[in-house]
């Protein structure tokens, strides 16, 4: 009777371990929450530079790209590049069409400047409430004036967080 | 050795194997009887042992203290206190209105449903309480509204609006289960069950991807999941 009676207890005592186990586990798991937003969360556009042949082309002179804002005032999006065969550039987040301003300044501080339009559509990119909000864009048409430059052209139109492949190649006249 | 002798140690090995012989049979006889007292005796617990209904308390109360949440509920075949085929019914809510640092909302609100089967893992089946291990298959179809405040582009300064209505997403996923239930009074029962789910197959829409879904909770949070049950025996 007596022993009957001690299992019981045991029976008991081990349900409300469980018991109670389980409900910090639970608790836990509802309490602790992570976040997982992408470590590369900005959208950029990738130009490659290529000769008239589709080879690799490096840039000699040095190039400035420049837009206008909403309040008309211009606004640097390249510094200074030289030496280069690619760069990335930012990209609106809702606007049907990008206007890029390209200067081309040389040696002899002689600036050659070329307008390159780009057409896109602009799509919302949600990753959680945590993250941050973000466009990808798939890109349309591009076209340019042609001082410095003699053609551009779209490789690859979907536009996301990954920049390390070229969305555009870009054709530079040769002043030998 | 003596002929006697022979004849004497002849004898006495006849009688061990007779008598060895004859241990054995007996044995075996009261073996065969025992196999069929056993095979005699039926079972006196029934197949079909009751339903219990029960209502998960966490996520009633999940989604009282925080913006997301389901009220659910299930219905449980009780199969002679081992099998336990199971229902589970419940509709999902999420309204997380403009968040403090990204300013996003997102609203859903869907009904979901799984199916699966505990088991009864304790030796002594039928007790009143009970420790559960089993599986579940989820499915569930939601729309999702997902917006943003206008905010300006930082580089060229327009305005920009963010927004989707009606954005229709669905998931497949399973379950596995393990759970406790004890017997408080009468025919009510507490019980607990710890879930670990995994995705099998889902349709995110055009915006990328979810975050609470009906049922299964917030996606890529963590793999793990609760319940607290009332349950009644009926």
């Given at each position: 009777?007596?022993?009957?009676?001690?299992?019981?207890?045991?029976?008991?005592?081990?349900?409300?371990?469980?018991?109670?186990?389980?409900?910090?586990?639970?608790?836990?798991?509802?309490?602790?929450?992570?976040i997982?937003c992408?470590v590369?969360?900005?959208?950029?556009?990738?130009y490659?530079?290529?000769?008239?042949?589709?080879?690799v082309?490096?840039?000699?002179?040095?190039?400035?790209?420049?837009?206008r804002?909403?309040?008309?005032t211009?606004?640097?999006l390249?510094?200074?590049?030289?030496?280069l065969?690619?760069?990335?550039?930012?990209?609106?987040?809702?606007?049907?069409?990008?206007?890029?301003?390209?200067?081309?300044?040389?040696?002899d501080?002689?600036?050659?400047?070329?307008?390159?339009?780009?057409?896109k559509?602009?799509?919302?990119?949600?990753?959680?409430?945590?993250?941050?909000?973000?466009f990808?864009?798939?890109?349309?048409?591009?076209?340019?004036?042609?001082?410095?430059?003699?053609?551009?052209?779209?490789?690859?139109?979907?536009?996301?967080?990954?920049?390390?492949?070229?969305?555009?190649?870009?054709?530079l006249k040769?002043?030998? | 050795?003596?002929?006697?002798?022979?004849?004497?140690?002849?004898i006495s090995?006849?009688t061990?194997?007779?008598?060895?012989?004859l241990t054995?049979s007996?044995?075996?006889?009261?073996?065969?009887?025992?196999?069929?007292?056993f095979?005699?005796?039926?079972?006196s617990?029934?197949?079909?042992?009751g339903?219990?209904?029960?209502?998960?308390?966490f996520?009633?109360?999940?989604?009282?203290?925080?913006?997301?949440?389901?009220?659910?509920?299930?219905?449980?075949?009780?199969?002679?206190?081992?099998?336990?085929?199971?229902?589970?019914?419940?509709?999902?809510?999420?309204?997380?209105?403009?968040?403090?640092?990204?300013?996003?909302?997102?609203?859903?609100?869907?009904?979901?449903?799984?199916?699966?089967?505990d088991?009864?893992?304790l030796?002594?089946?039928?007790?009143?309480?009970?420790?559960?291990?089993?599986?579940?298959y989820?499915?569930?179809?939601?729309?999702?509204?997902?917006?943003?405040?206008?905010?300006?582009?930082?580089?060229?300064?327009?305005?920009?609006?963010?927004?989707?209505?009606?954005?229709?997403?669905?998931?497949?996923?399973?379950?596995?289960?393990?759970?406790i239930?004890?017997?408080?009074?009468?025919?009510l029962h507490?019980?607990?069950?710890?879930r670990?789910?995994?995705?099998i197959?889902?349709?995110?829409?055009?915006?990328?991807k979810?975050?609470?879904?009906?049922?299964?909770?917030?996606?890529?949070?963590?793999?793990?999941?609760?319940?607290?049950?009332?349950?009644?025996?009926?």
């Open positions: 009777m007596n022993n009957s009676k001690g299992c019981a207890v045991v029976r008991k005592w081990w349900l409300t371990s469980l018991s109670a186990i389980i409900a910090c586990l639970s608790f836990g798991v509802s309490a602790c929450s992570s997982d992408p590369q969360n900005t959208v950029y556009t990738g490659a530079l290529y000769t008239q042949d589709e080879r082309d490096t840039l000699r002179d040095t190039m400035y790209v420049f837009t804002r909403a309040d008309g211009d606004t640097l390249f510094n200074a590049g030289i030496g065969t690619t760069f990335q550039l930012q990209i609106s987040y809702s606007h049907p069409e990008d206007t890029l301003r390209f200067y081309f300044i040389n040696g501080n002689y600036a050659v400047v070329d307008t390159v339009w780009v057409k559509e602009d799509i919302p990119h949600f990753e959680s409430v945590d993250c941050s909000a973000s990808f864009h798939r890109l349309t048409a591009v076209r340019s004036t042609h001082n410095a430059i003699d053609s551009i052209a779209i490789t690859k139109n979907f536009v996301d967080y990954d920049a390390s492949t070229s969305h555009f190649h870009l054709y040769r002043h030998d | 050795m003596t002929l006697r002798h022979l004849i004497s140690t002849c090995s006849v061990i194997s007779l008598l060895l012989l054995a007996s044995t075996t006889q009261a073996q065969g009887l025992k196999l069929k007292m095979s005699l005796v039926p079972d617990i029934p197949m079909m042992r339903f219990q209904v029960s209502f998960d308390l996520g009633f109360c999940q989604r009282q203290l925080s913006d997301y949440g389901q009220y659910e509920g299930a219905l449980r075949l009780n199969l002679h206190d081992q099998w336990f085929p199971i229902v589970e019914v419940g509709y999902g809510v999420a309204d997380h209105t403009n968040d403090e640092v990204t300013g996003l909302s997102y609203k859903t609100k869907a009904p979901y449903f799984r199916v699966g089967m088991f009864n893992l030796k002594k089946k039928h007790g009143p309480n009970r420790l559960y291990g089993g599986f579940r989820a499915y569930t179809n939601y729309k999702v509204d997902l917006w943003r405040t206008n905010y300006p582009d930082p580089t060229w300064q327009w305005d920009t609006g963010f927004g989707v209505v009606g954005e229709q997403y669905s998931q497949h996923w399973l379950e596995g289960v393990l759970g239930d004890a017997m408080i009074v009468g025919p507490l019980g607990w069950s710890v670990y789910k995994r995705r197959a889902h349709s995110d829409g055009v915006v990328g979810t975050w609470y879904v009906p049922g299964f909770g917030i996606w890529g949070d963590t793999r793990l999941g609760g319940t607290f049950n009332v349950i009644i025996d009926i």
